[in-house]
């Protein structure tokens, strides 16, 4: 399956997704804001780096089925940015010298699980964790380079689905006003969110010397990208939501 159809079928089933939500009978409207911070992780950095942050925000409709499902569907932008000469994996990367920095633009939605009955006026507790897990679609438009020789540095443009997932925490401050603190992860299908790729028609990393016959590396070479992975992008922030229909009472399912 080419890449053009994988992300067709992905939109289509999101747009199918909403399409049963719209029809269905929902006890309960939300719509919020969110803001936080996003990390990039690929072939510059290899873990989450505290110190090469961007901003994030989203835009989001919820519905919520009943006290344990909820369906969440909106828009959110994020800035990633990464560069060798922050905090190199190696010495060469180091002499690789790449960077990027952009702003990915996304559309998604996911299904959260809470797991304590926040909802009902019976309930005990205000409060619920939850787990989410849904699918998106996202465009990222970048500016860099893949190494300090680039032919081509500058604009870029990459698109690809996303598979989010992560955990929170919701507090009722008012029947109608939710609070929520929540990270996860988003999981892509690219490998050049980065500029950098394991495309074969790079050059070997390293070559042999003419007059050692040793291996070395090549300066011309570094723009190399690891084939067995792809690009990754975290999330961490708080959302503020608020509910248009008063909180019906929930039956409690024990």
């Known amino acids: 399956m080419n890449k053009t159809r994988f992300y067709t079928r992905c939109l289509s089933v999101i747009l199918a997704i909403l399409g049963v939500v719209s029809t269905s009978n929902a006890q309960q409207y939300e719509v919020g804001i969110g803001l936080g911070a996003g990390s990039y992780t690929g072939d510059i950095i290899r873990t989450i780096d505290p110190t090469q942050l961007g901003i994030q925000g989203t835009l989001f409709g919820r519905r ?147 007059g050692t016959g040793n291996q070395v590396l090549d300066p011309s070479a570094i723009n190399f990208g690891n084939h067995s992975d792809r690009d990754w992008y975290y999330f961490l922030g708080v959302t503020l939501s608020y509910s248009f229909h008063q909180v019906k009472c929930y039956p409690y399912n024990n």
């Not at 919701?170 to 029947?175: A, G, R, V």
């Not at 109608?176 to 070997?204: C, M, Q």
Request: proline share 5%.
């Open 64 to 210: 919520n089925f009943d006290n344990a499902w909820s369906l969440r569907a909106g828009i959110s932008v994020a800035r990633l940015n990464a560069a060798d000469s922050i905090r190199p994996i190696d010495p060469v990367a180091l002499a690789r010298d790449a960077h990027f920095n952009g702003t990915m633009i996304e559309l998604g939605a996911t299904m959260e699980f809470h797991f304590l009955d926040y909802l009902s006026h019976q309930s005990n507790t205000r409060f619920s964790p939850f787990g989410f897990f849904g699918l998106g679609y996202g465009m990222f438009f970048g500016n860099g380079q893949s190494y300090s020789a680039d032919p081509q540095p500058g604009s870029y443009s990459v698109g690809t689905a996303l598979i989010p997932f992560g955990l929170g925490i919701k507090y009722k401050l008012k029947d109608r006003l939710f609070l929520s603190v929540e990270g996860g992860a988003k999981a892509t299908f690219s490998d050049h969110l980065d500029k950098i790729s394991s495309d074969a028609n790079y050059f070997p990393r390293f070559r042999t010397d003419p």
